[in-house]
């Protein structure tokens, strides 16, 4: 867990407004990704990358921090 907030992305460990704000642009995404190749820029902790590679056909997430990829692997 990467607990070095900077308040660029969404952390699972951290619960405010903007987490629900963001978690409910996800939910609308996946009414519209069945069977689509989708890609997540800047992933953060992958929440929402791990979402849609249940829906979508493929999936693919960049996020320009080292250290925040190696978290979500």
Same mark, same amino acid.
């Given at each position: @867990? *990467? @607990? *070095?907030?900077?308040?660029? +992305? &969404?952390?699972?460990? &951290?619960? /405010?407004?903007? $987490?629900?704000?963001? %978690?409910? +642009?996800? !939910?609308?995404? %996946? =009414? *519209? #990704?069945? =069977?689509?190749?989708? $890609? ?8 929402? /990358?791990?979402?849609? $590679?249940? #829906? !979508? $056909?493929?999936?693919? /997430?960049? =996020? #320009? =921090?080292? *250290?925040? #990829?190696?978290? !979500? +692997?």
């Amino acid at each position: @867990m *990467n @607990m *070095n907030w900077t308040g660029e +992305r &969404l952390e699972t460990f &951290l619960i /405010s407004g903007d $987490s629900v704000e963001h %978690l409910h +642009r996800n !939910a609308i995404t %996946l =009414d *519209n #990704i069945k =069977d689509k190749v989708e $890609s997540d820029v800047a992933y953060g902790e992958g929440f929402g /990358s791990h979402l849609m $590679s249940k #829906i !979508a $056909s493929d999936v693919y /997430s960049v =996020d #320009i =921090d080292e *250290n925040t #990829i190696k978290t !979500a +692997r």
